[in-house]
């Protein structure tokens, strides 16, 4: 008897309702996944399904059976799917969503580096500051910067993206800062797209502490802010990935309170809840970790990633 395919047509008729309906899915006909299921009811010696003329229905073994059987159908799967995904070179099109600073400063370099590697690949990068629905967007991987909505995504820490206070060498020659405290009577530029922006957070004593500041300039684009910087009208606090060529270039300087340092976010990953990832996403994955590490916080995000 084939056990695993007598189980999964139990399965599939249980979660269907009706032998028909799991017939057409499985592609065989009723009566060959009828007896299918009573060949397992015989060779387990108990009624598993309830049939009567308006569809059928799991007895209490039934649902001991089936609860068991999902389980062990989803391991068969997914133990398939890693050993295939070991040999599998990725292929078809990769989807990607990020907040638009980090896809231009970060995520698009890296892009690069997996396309030339991997020639029969296309990625599609859309830029958004709020979480886009992965499965509306049918997207296959959505990175994040700090806080995570509620999510039946897996979710998986990638590494860290540090803050950086700053502003224009203008702006610091008249009003520097030297310690928090002081932000609350300086033109703060508030960017939007951070959680809590009327509060900027540092790290002091190994404590998180928040900071009220106010300004004249707030806007949910991060680049917008950070031009508003560069034109001297106030201070930035943003991901450092998003400044790295503006302080290179000596457009902003970077402001080091006596106090406090700058937070760091993490850089999140997620993905859909599958144990298993397609080899596309897996691999793009591996690629973006060994460019953060490799570039040693170059490119602004740091850290090995946290599994």
Request: charged share 20%.
């Amino acid at each position: 008897m084939d056990k695993i395919g007598h189980m999964r047509a139990l399965v599939t008729v249980a979660r269907l309702g009706s032998f028909s309906a799991a017939a057409k899915e499985l592609e065989v006909t009723p009566g060959m996944l009828s007896k299918q299921v009573k060949s397992l009811e015989l060779s387990l010696d108990v009624r598993l399904l309830q049939r009567t003329t308006r569809g059928v229905s799991l007895t209490d073994a039934g649902e001991l059976y089936v609860d068991q059987a999902v389980d062990i159908l989803q391991r068969i799967e997914e133990t398939e799917m890693a050993v295939t995904a070991l040999n599998a070179a990725p292929r078809g099109v990769l989807r990607v969503s990020c907040p638009p600073s980090f896809g231009t400063q970060v995520l698009t370099p890296i892009i690069a580096v997996f396309a030339r590697d991997n020639p029969g690949m296309r990625i599609e990068l859309g830029l958004q500051d709020s979480e886009p629905d992965m499965v509306a967007a049918r997207l296959d991987l959505i990175f994040r910067i700090g806080a995570l909505r509620d999510s039946s995504l897996v979710s998986r820490q990638v590494g860290a993206a540090p803050y950086v206070l700053c502003a224009a060498p203008g702006f610091l020659a008249e009003a520097a800062p030297r310690r928090v405290a002081d932000l609350a009577g300086l033109n703060c530029l508030l960017d939007e797209s951070m959680d809590g922006y009327q509060q900027w957070s540092f790290i002091a004593g190994g404590t998180l502490v928040a900071q009220p500041v106010k300004g004249n300039f707030a806007s949910p684009l991060t680049a917008a802010v950070i031009e508003a910087a560069v034109a001297g009208l106030g201070l930035a606090y943003v991901p450092r990935y998003a400044v790295v060529d503006e302080l290179a270039r000596g457009e902003l300087g970077e402001v080091h309170l006596e106090d406090a340092a700058p937070m760091s976010l993490p850089v999140t990953a997620l993905y859909s809840s599958r144990r298993f990832m397609a080899a596309k996403t897996r691999i793009f994955l591996e690629c973006f970790i060994e460019h953060v590490d490799g570039q040693a916080g170059s490119h602004g995000v740091t850290g090995r990633a946290v599994q």
